[in-house]
């Protein structure tokens, strides 16, 4: 389950940014590290995105101590936030 979730967490970002990673894109660095190419504000963008995609709230400790810039720590969150309203 965490691969799909994973996979429309990607769409969204996708979606939301309006741009499209390649398939040798590897996410075991920061979304900001020159390697993936992300800005601050795409993270932003991402935020609002993924509230509103998932119909989730994240709190300020999610991005801060959870290292928002991570694509698996994203995952977590949204995967925490998903267990916790059902």
């Not at 996708?14 to 920061?30: M, P």
């Amino acid at each position: 389950m965490e691969s799909t979730l994973k996979e429309r967490i990607i769409d969204v970002m996708e979606k939301a940014l309006n741009i499209h990673f390649t398939d040798n894109v590897d996410f075991q660095y920061s979304l900001l590290d020159p390697r993936i190419g992300l800005k601050p504000r795409d993270l932003l963008v991402i935020f609002f995105a993924l509230q509103e995609s998932f119909h989730i709230t994240f709190i300020e400790n999610d991005i801060v101590e959870k290292r928002f810039d991570f694509l698996d720590n994203i995952v977590a969150s949204v995967q925490e936030k998903l267990d916790a309203v059902s």
